[in-house]
């Protein structure tokens, strides 16, 4: 049963069952489950009213809230395709997705009316922008009544739904096509994995514009019938706060967020075992910061591996050993293997190597790219991740940085988060990536930037100290920048294309 068909049928099960809460400034607005199938058919019958058909792109550039949820649900329910947007995307920026998509209709928040406005303008393919607020709530433009009948979902499971585009580390970004059937695979191996329950309750505390908040946190609450309750944005004090009440079970992160609620406790201890399940993804959760967790809150977080072409392949287990420095394994449905990138063959344990995945969970394509579509996959169907990893005797896997972060120095190869790892060491660091420069003698140079902690006062040949007497020689730092922040995406991933653009000169 896909995810539409199974929400629906949770809704009239148990229509008084609160399905979302969102906290706001000026207070809670609690939805029910027969409350949201209400307004959802609304909110198709709004987007239909607009033109909007199976297929249509609808772009929805808001603010995390109801408004975005709704039109969300309601676009997938009439066989059209969601595209999530960054509310921070400048012009440029959404010029190009709105192009690239040809979407159809848009929705964005009135705040950005004067920047956005007159360029949308501009986009023949675009036939209508929406742009909402306290003075055009979404509720002022839907129908009055429910849908007395409404439509069956979508039963197509090859169908695109949602199109999600990727960071664009590598050219201009991609759209990713989700079809029906891939979001409900990942579901139902994440409803099975995780042990999801009907009465779990969901901090949420990431954004919904990207597969982690949307799918796995989100779609993940809706589809096992649970509730979901939302923060506008990330505050470590007061999620703290919130999860000490003992109200909730469940709540996904990504490490920064991690990192800052333990900075928040400030060496205290604070008792969090009651939670169900608390887990990590996104970026690679430090070996320190996960031990520090465990003794901080009394709990062990779950690190899992996702992208955003696949939804959650891998996952330590629920119950088993949750794997200091592991993504743990291949998630029910899902296959995966560690392969010699350039020539595909399947490589021992232990050995590093390019990650491959393969199950009804993986994407459709690159929407109108067929040549990076064909460019993603073996002649087997397998997906090259672009991720580097070995996998270990008993199936745990293990992530050793991205293909393309690899730096080969002096013809010896180098995997990044060995190196950031060190450096993480250093009590005087709070943060660090380290990325390759192109150099005359070794062909790549090994460069670190650090973030120091509060009041530091480390000095980069302090830290490269640190770091020679931890490394050989080929992997410890050529040199060391000091910096105030790293360029991190929504989701907290380091950004190391814009620091390489920033810092890397043509070789000497």
């Known amino acids: 049963m896909l995810f539409l068909e199974a929400l629906q049928r949770t809704c009239h099960r148990q229509p008084d069952k609160v399905a979302l809460e969102c906290l706001e400034a000026g207070g809670t607005l609690r939805v029910r489950y027969g409350q949201l199938e209400a307004t959802v058919g609304r909110a198709a019958a709004f987007l239909k009213s607009r033109g909007v058909g199976p297929g249509d792109r609808v772009a929805l550039q808001l603010p995390k809230g109801l408004a975005f949820i709704y039109l969300h649900l309601a676009a997938m329910r009439l ?89 664009g580390t590598t050219g201009r970004p991609k759209g990713a096509e989700l079809t029906h059937g891939n979001l409900t695979a990942n579901l139902d191996a994440l409803h099975q994995a995780w042990e999801w329950q009907q009465d779990d309750v969901l901090l949420h505390v990431l954004p919904i514009f990207h597969t982690h908040g949307l799918v796995v946190a989100l779609h993940g609450a809706l589809h096992a019938g649970a509730s979901a309750v939302l923060t506008p944005a990330f505050d470590a004090g007061t999620t703290l706060e919130l999860l000490l009440t003992k109200r909730f079970s469940v709540l996904m992160a990504v490490p920064t967020i991690h990192a800052r609620l333990l900075a928040e406790a400030s060496g205290e201890r604070f008792d969090l075992s009651h939670l169900r399940l608390m887990t990590s993804g996104s970026a690679r959760l430090p070996d320190d910061l996960f031990e520090t967790y465990r003794t901080t809150f009394n709990h062990t977080l779950l690190e899992r591996y996702g992208m955003t072409e696949t939804g959650m392949n891998l996952s330590n287990p629920f119950r088993g050993e949750r794997r200091v420095g592991s993504v743990g394994l291949p998630l029910p449905g899902v296959e995966a293997r560690i392969v010699d990138p350039d020539n595909g063959v399947t490589l021992a344990d232990g050995a590093v190597g390019e990650v491959q995945v393969r199950g009804p969970h993986v994407f459709k394509g690159y929407w109108r790219q067929p040549e990076k579509t064909a460019q993603a996959f073996t002649a087997d169907g397998w997906l090259r991740t672009g991720d580097l990893g070995l996998r270990e005797p008993d199936g745990y896997i293990t992530l050793k940085g991205r293909s393309k972060d690899l730096i080969i120095s002096g013809g010896f190869n180098i995997y990044p988060p060995e190196v950031e790892r060190v450096l993480l060491e250093h009590p005087e660091v709070s943060a660090a990536a380290v990325i390759g420069c192109p150099d005359a003698d070794l062909g790549e140079r090994v460069v670190a930037v650090v973030v120091l902690q509060d009041g530091a006062a480390a000095t980069p040949e302090a830290i490269l100290d640190h770091c020679r007497v931890r490394l050989a020689g080929y992997k410890a730092p050529k040199e060391v920048r000091v910096s105030e922040g790293l360029p991190r995406n929504a989701m907290g991933k380091v950004q190391k294309a814009t620091l390489r653009a920033e810092l890397c000169r043509a070789a000497p």
């Open 79 to 167: 066989g059209a395709v969601s595209l999530p947007l960054n509310p921070g995307f400048p012009t440029a920026e959404l010029d190009y997705y709105l192009r690239d998509s040809e979407a159809k209709l848009y929705v964005g928040d009135a705040g950005r009316h004067a920047d956005f406005g007159a360029a949308l303008e501009t986009i023949d393919t675009l036939a209508t922008a929406i742009f909402l607020g306290p003075d055009a709530p979404l509720e002022t433009l839907l129908p009055d009544a429910p849908v007395a009948a409404p439509a069956p979902p979508p039963s197509d499971p090859d169908a695109t739904t949602l199109m999600i585009y990727t960071s």
